[in-house]
């Protein structure tokens, strides 16, 4: 029972330093947000950062950093997200292309293995045919028709001459 609060004083020690570090926000050159432990380099106009330790955002009081006299501070784009709106549009269409690209490569196999499983019966058919398996048609009236010889022969002509236009 005594633990108890000693071991809760001992967990808020230990968690307090982790969230105690002084915490940086600003936009960089590309008008990205940078969020640091560390104060932003020199170059970095006091405009741009938005917090800092012992400021809040939006407010004025000035901070203890110290930019060289001859160093111009880097422009901020128009809108603070023109810059990311551009590259966003180039993500989008690089992967459009890329989902397209992958899409086609897709539909080709599935062309390519529907034609190897078509080729795969003609060529069971064929062999049917040549070992003399009954084979049988139906007629418009729904009764079998069997093939004779004659008719296995120009069957057999057939399905080789499909065979060969769509197989090799």
Known sequence: MKRTPALC???TCLLLPATAFPQWQWRDGNGRMVYSDVPPPPGVPDGSILKAPGR???S???LDVSAPAAAAPAPLPAKPGAALAGEEEAFQKRRAAHLK???ELARKEAQEAERETRCSQLR???NGLQQGIRIATVAPDGSLNRLDGNQRQ???ERTNANIERNCI
Do not use: H, P, W
Request: glycine share 6%.
């Open 9 to 11: 004083l001992l967990a």
């Open 101 to 103: 690209q992958e899409t």
């Open 56 to 58: 809040f955002a939006g």
């Open 60 to 62: 004025l009081q000035a």
């Open 154 to 156: 120009a069957e057999l």
């Open 124 to 126: 069971n058919y064929a």
